[in-house]
């Protein structure tokens, strides 16, 4: 799994900038990303730990800079199978993430917060 990591406050911003025109106003797009999508993404991340879990966590606060921040693969194949991704990632890490994997691999498809990708 790869989790995508991103603090609420940029997330807020993000979503805010793509859903404020779509929600009406400014005001209800934060009212949805505070009482809907960001407590939701706070409920998953307390039950589920995905950073502790991912096998590679992703620091998404840069579009034009991603971090891979840590790798802990559960097994000596499932490294196998991720290594290839690593390479990409590092060539074409935003155009990836953000463009060219179908949307259900992504939360939404949005990449705007934490969101987790299973490969």
Known sequence: MIYLKTDFEIALLRGVNRDAEHLGSVEAAVEK??????????IYIAENSPEEVADIVIDNADFEDLKVMSLSFRSRSRAMTMAPLLIILSKFGKALLHSHLPSNKVLNGCSCCCCCMNV
Not at 33 to 42: E, G, I, P, V
């Open 33 to 42: 990303f505070n009482t809907r999508y960001h407590k939701a993404s706070k």
